[in-house]
Each structure stands twice: as structure tokens, then as C-alpha cells.
Nanobody, 114 residues
Framework: QVQLVESGGGLVQPGRSLRISCAAD????????MGWYRQVPGKQRELVAD???????NYADSVKGRFTISRDNAKNTVYLQMNSLKPEDTAVYYC????????WGQGTQVTVSS
């Protein structure tokens, strides 16, 4: 079982940027497409961005043009650069494979508020 550790969240004002990271403890990381998911209380977890093994990316309409997903296979890490943040981006962000295969990590809280 691969352990996922998300980090980098915090409180940020609307319009500002934040980069979050997710480290996996297994070398098999490079074999899978990875995604960033987010969840707010009372709602289902949603996939907002994913990146294939080869580096192709896809984004939910709500974040397209503002978020960028990337990966560093040598570091077993996937990143999410979030620009022009909006209050509706407030959520706990998680990473996992796409489709989800591994146990969820603790997530990282992103709060967008003035």
C-alpha cells in the first residue's frame, strides 16, 4: 500500500496563488496517472485535475485556465499550482491515482478568504 502525504495548503486571499504538493512513498508512483481531488463538507469528493504517466493533463471546467498539475517522477511527487484563487476553491485537497486505487491521505486544507 502506498502512503500519500499532501502539504502546502493554507489561508490565502482571493486572487492570490498557492502550490500544494503530494508525496508518495513508493517507486510505483511513476506507473500511474495521478489526480488532485477536493472535498467540501456535505459534498462528494471531486476530481479537479489529472496527469497521465506521459504528462498529458486534464482539468475540471471550474479550474481550467487557473490550475496547473505537474509531476516529478524522480521525487514521487505531484503538484498543483493554483492561481487566481476564488472562495469557491476552499476545500480539503487530496491526491490519488486516477481512478482511485490507494488509501486516501490526510489531505491539505486550502481556504480562500479575505
Amino acid at each position: 500500500q502506498v502512503q500519500l502525504v499532501e502539504s502546502g495548503g493554507g489561508l490565502v486571499q482571493p486572487g492570490r496563488s498557492l502550490r500544494i504538493s503530494c508525496a508518495a512513498d513508493g517507486s510505483i508512483f511513476r506507473l500511474y496517472g495521478m489526480g488532485w481531488y477536493r472535498q467540501v463538507p456535505g459534498k462528494q469528493r471531486e476530481l479537479v485535475a489529472d496527469i497521465t504517466r506521459g504528462g498529458s493533463t486534464n482539468y475540471a471546467d471550474s479550474v481550467k485556465g487557473r490550475f496547473t498539475i505537474s509531476r516529478d517522477n524522480a521525487k514521487n511527487t505531484v503538484y498543483l499550482q493554483m492561481n487566481s484563487l476564488k472562495p469557491e476553491d476552499t476545500a480539503v485537497y487530496y491526491c490519488n491515482t486516477v481512478p482511485m486505487r490507494w488509501e486516501w491521505g490526510q489531505g491539505t486544507q486550502v481556504t480562500v478568504s479575505s
